[in-house]
């Protein structure tokens, strides 16, 4: 019997539309259909267009050339950019505000700055714009650091504004002795009545305090610097063109008061802290900054940062702008995702289903995979606004080419083949790529299979298992056949299934997996869908919560996994690349594989010594219209296919029959 178990098996092939492992001549068979039913369809659309035309088969699709990681440099916008000031010693900066969890949108500047610099042969500093004390946390800064490195980069140098701010203040001083700055005292409506009013209905005019004189101004700053002020009683404007028509250059605020929390590194030393717009260029300028890469909102920025360097005559970087990331069917605001968590509805803002790169991290996306998107996407000045499911095909694509494969059950119901003994199988990790090497599995006489694999009634368009019937086992050597199953009388529910090898049928028309007794382990599988129904959940009637996916999570607590994943924890990280870059470097989400016909995996950071936990890695749900033109999510069924997919090829089966068992040797 061992022998004949350990006989060279017909080579399986992947059906890439389908999810499932058939024979090479089932999937040729598969191919052809599909082939003729797309020349049938563009016949019948040129046939309408122009009259009869001569039907021609769908050219061979052409092997698809690998993404240049460096592409986005190399050309376009960037390219230019770097044109503009072709220095030889590059340096740019990533400059975040610590003041909550970075998100997908931040990893496109992340790999902007860095990439830049990088290509160029250049530098680029992490530096925290650590200037409102109010909102800054340590967990923030600790959190920041730990992206940059996990997608790859290294800073030069960390770096945060606090440290300049000494400098910064005695260059508030300097303005306020050229008549470039003063000390204000209005309220807000009178600032907005300063800069025209309601939609600018009105002339502009200065604040009359900016006829102060400069001793005026700085002995007013100083009493500011002091303590003498409460905050909001008075702030530090730039004095610069009430008359341009640029909004950034109508007298910006400088410093302001603040005095209710400390300050993380300085603690109570300040009671005044520089702004953004007064931060930002003057430290480009202390460190160097050749090329300010930001993202197209601080365009208008751009003339009042041109503006401060040139007037305080410091070193002058020069800012450019590019189009930022968005993502649709999504929240990305700091405010939405905190009400999320508040109410519970996710765990923490590492929850998978969120868009924060904890988040997508937890989920086990790897960090090549979200360079590769954005390198893909590429960089202009345009915002690029992205669908979820684009984004979540584009991480498919590349673990499809970069982890191995497993066998997993998410609702396991036993299978008795009772002519059937234990042997050893070797199983490839990857059949496309040999250098994932095999692994040991031992096939015994009870294996366990989906539930959603066997049928109590067989029909003629069902081709997995069913009384009588029989479906491949992969890498077994012989087809089952069903004979009978017991069920629990109680829940309806199919207990047991015996089987027997169909040593007559060489050839199975499907193929499903299965796992064995013998060094196979129970876990958790959270299957994750998108969070939220529709593509725009501010727009839902009554807000974002109104349009909460129920089923944005389902928990399949029984799950079992094949004994080959012991090795590919053993080998983890999977793939090597970015912040995952040796064996060992990476934390439970860098242990990812395929577990074939269901989904991709990555172990949770929930799991333990004794428990498991896996999350699948790309949603596979895709936004849909339902009857009423509303957007639903699709239904997926086990193996990670829709159902209406499911449907139509069922049907096809159905009309094709005769032509498929022809297929049966």
Request: glycine content about 6%; aromatic content about 10%.
């Amino acid at each position: 019997m061992t022998e004949e178990i350990t006989k060279p098996m017909a080579k399986l092939q992947l059906d890439e539309e389908t999810g499932e492992m058939v024979s090479k001549a089932e999937l040729k068979k598969r191919q052809q259909k599909r082939a003729k039913k797309a020349a049938q369809e563009k016949a019948r659309q040129e046939k309408a267009a122009a009259g009869p035309a001569e039907k021609k088969a769908p050219a061979p699709k052409p092997e698809e050339a690998p993404i240049d990681p460096e592409a986005m440099f190399k050309q376009g916008f960037l390219d230019d950019v770097y044109k503009e000031r072709p220095v030889k010693n590059v340096i740019t900066r990533f400059p975040p505000e610590p003041n909550g969890y970075l998100h997908i949108g931040h990893a496109k500047a992340i790999a902007v700055n860095f990439g830049f610099a990088k290509y160029h042969g250049g530098v680029t500093y992490l530096r925290f714009d650590d200037t409102n004390p109010e909102k800054e946390e340590e967990k923030y800064f600790d959190a920041i650091q730990e992206v940059v490195k996990w997608l790859g980069f290294e800073p030069y140098k960390v770096t945060y504004s606090s440290d300049n701010f000494q400098k910064l203040y005695d260059l508030a001083e300097k303005l306020i002795n050229l008549g470039k700055a003063y000390v204000c005292y209005c309220e807000d409506t009178e600032i907005k009545l300063q800069r025209g009013g309601e939609k600018g209905a009105n002339p502009r005019y200065r604040c009359k305090h900016a006829d102060q004189t400069p001793e005026d101004n700085l002995a007013k700053f100083r009493d500011m610097r002091d303590g003498k002020y409460k905050p909001r009683e008075a702030f530090l404007r730039m004095k610069q063109d009430i008359t341009d028509g640029n909004p950034q250059m109508w007298d910006l605020a400088a410093y302001r008061i603040k005095t209710d929390t400390p300050h993380h590194r300085t603690g109570w030393d300040w009671k005044i802290y520089p702004t953004y717009d007064f931060t930002h260029c003057l430290c480009d300028s202390f460190e160097d900054i050749t090329h300010s890469l930001c993202t197209t909102e601080f365009i208008l920025s751009r003339v009042s940062y041109e503006w401060l360097n040139k007037t305080l005559e410091v070193y002058e970087p020069m800012q450019r702008e590019y189009g930022r990331l968005n993502l649709t069917g999504t929240v990305l605001s700091k405010r939405k995702i905190l009400k999320l968590v508040e109410e519970k509805i996710v765990r923490d803002w590492d929850d998978p289903r969120l868009y924060t790169l904890i988040a997508i991290r937890r989920r086990g996306v790897p960090p090549g995979a979200i360079l590769e998107f954005v390198n893909e996407l590429g960089v202009t000045t345009n915002i690029t606004t992205i669908q979820i499911h684009r984004f979540e095909q584009s991480i498919r694509k590349y673990l499809e080419k970069t982890v191995p494969r497993l066998m997993m059950i998410l609702d396991p119901v036993p299978v008795v083949i009772e002519d059937a003994e234990e042997v050893e199988i070797d199983v490839p990790f990857s059949p496309k790529d040999p250098k994932m090497g095999s692994h040991k599995v031992k096939f015994t006489p009870t294996v366990y299979i989906d539930r959603s694999d066997f049928r109590e009634e067989d029909s003629k368009d069902y081709f997995r298992l069913a009384p009588g019937k029989s479906v491949g086992l992969l890498h077994a050597p012989y087809p089952v056949k069903a004979t009978s199953f017991t069920k629990d009388e109680a829940t309806g529910k199919v207990t047991e299934i015996r089987a027997v090898f169909d040593k007559e049928l060489k050839k199975a028309k499907t193929y499903i997996q299965w796992v064995g007794t013998a060094g196979s382990r129970k876990v958790e599988a959270r299957i994750h869908n998108a969070l939220f129904k529709s593509e725009k959940p501010d727009d839902a009637e009554g807000g974002f919560l109104n349009d909460l996916n129920p089923e944005s999570e389902v928990i399949y607590p029984d799950a079992l996994i094949e004994s080959g994943f012991d090795e590919v924890k053993r080998r983890a990280p999977w793939p090597e690349a970015a912040g995952e870059s040796e064996l060992g470097k990476g934390g439970p989400e860098s242990i990812r594989f395929q577990a074939l016909r269901v989904a991709y995996f990555a172990v949770d950071s929930d799991s333990t010594d004794d428990k498991i936990v896996l999350n699948r890695i790309p949603e596979d749900a895709v936004l849909g219209q339902d009857a009423a033109g509303g957007l639903q999510p699709r239904r997926f069924t086990l193996t990670g296919r829709r159902e209406e997919e499911e449907e139509e090829e069922e049907e096809e089966e159905e009309e094709e029959e005769e032509g498929l068992s022809s297929l049966i040797s």
